[in-house]
């Protein structure tokens, strides 16, 4: 599996979580970053690490992937394809 299917399928709830955490996080310590109000040395070196932190966060959950969702639809779509031109009751 590659990365950009990685990025497609179906992420667990606890990863989405995190990864919503990662990009608040990353959205306020860019906002920090680039006030132009003169912030303490300090606070702006903090921001910068918690700006990577959250972008890493949010990267790493994107492409954590739910084996069990992805099989399970990797399932239904190969007995719809085998169930194709099978012949019907007259059930639609």
């Known amino acids: 599996m590659n990365v950009v299917e990685r ?16 990009l608040a996080l990353l959205a306020v310590s860019g906002s920090i970053v ?4 003169t912030l ?3 606070v702006v070196t903090v ?10 966060l949010s990267a790493v959950s994107q492409v954590t992937v739910d084996e069990d969702v ?5 399932l239904v779509k190969r ?4 169930n194709k031109n099978l012949p019907r009751d007259g059930i639609k």
């Open 40 to 42: 303490p040395a300090v």
């Open 7 to 22: 990025a497609k399928a179906p992420t667990p709830k606890f990863f989405r979580v995190l990864r919503t955490i990662g």
């Open 47 to 56: 921001a910068g690490y918690a700006a990577v932190a959250g972008g890493v």
């Open 34 to 37: 680039a006030a132009p109000a």
């Open 70 to 74: 992805k099989l399970e639809k990797e």
């Open 79 to 82: 007995l719809q394809k085998e």
